[in-house]
């Protein structure tokens, strides 16, 4: 099973991340954050497989979430999924352990197929 957590101020987001993630059977959502502060707390305190996060959110955003668990969570691999296809934001984003980025507005099977992708083992 692979957990997940979910971060955006967005409450309509997060429920529809929450709604299309859980629908399938091999992933599980262990919570939702509104805010960077609580993005981390709930990562260190849930130890996720996989982080959701959008790129713009109080508390440092997206980048402070990637890099404060880079060093809390090195295990967690992050997605950022935002509104927001800026070429710079997305270089910062990758610099700071993002490995994937999905602009909202895809599909959700791209969203799904994206958070299996992460949660499978790194390969050497």
């Known amino acids: ?3 997940v957590l979910i971060c955006d101020d967005d409450a ?6 929450h709604e299309v993630l859980t629908a399938e059977p091999d992933l599980t959502v262990v919570a939702a954050a509104r805010n960077a502060t ?3 707390d ?3 305190r849930h130890s996720p497989d996989v982080v959701v996060v959008d790129i713009r959110m ?4 997206g980048i402070h979430v990637a890099r404060e668990l880079r060093h809390r969570c090195p295990s967690a691999r ?3 999924f935002s509104a927001h296809a800026d070429p710079a934001a997305i270089a910062e ?5 993002v490995t994937e980025y999905l602009v909202k507005g895809v599909p959700n099977r791209e969203i799904v197929a ?3 992708k992460l949660a499978r083992p790194r390969e050497l």
């Open 1 to 3: 099973m692979t957990t």
């Open 12 to 17: 309509l987001i997060r429920e529809a991340l």
């Open 38 to 40: 609580d993005a981390v």
């Open 42 to 44: 709930l990562a260190e």
């Open 58 to 61: 109080p508390g440092g955003g």
């Open 78 to 80: 992050i997605m950022v």
């Open 93 to 97: 984003m990758r610099l700071a352990g």
């Open 114 to 116: 994206t958070v299996r």
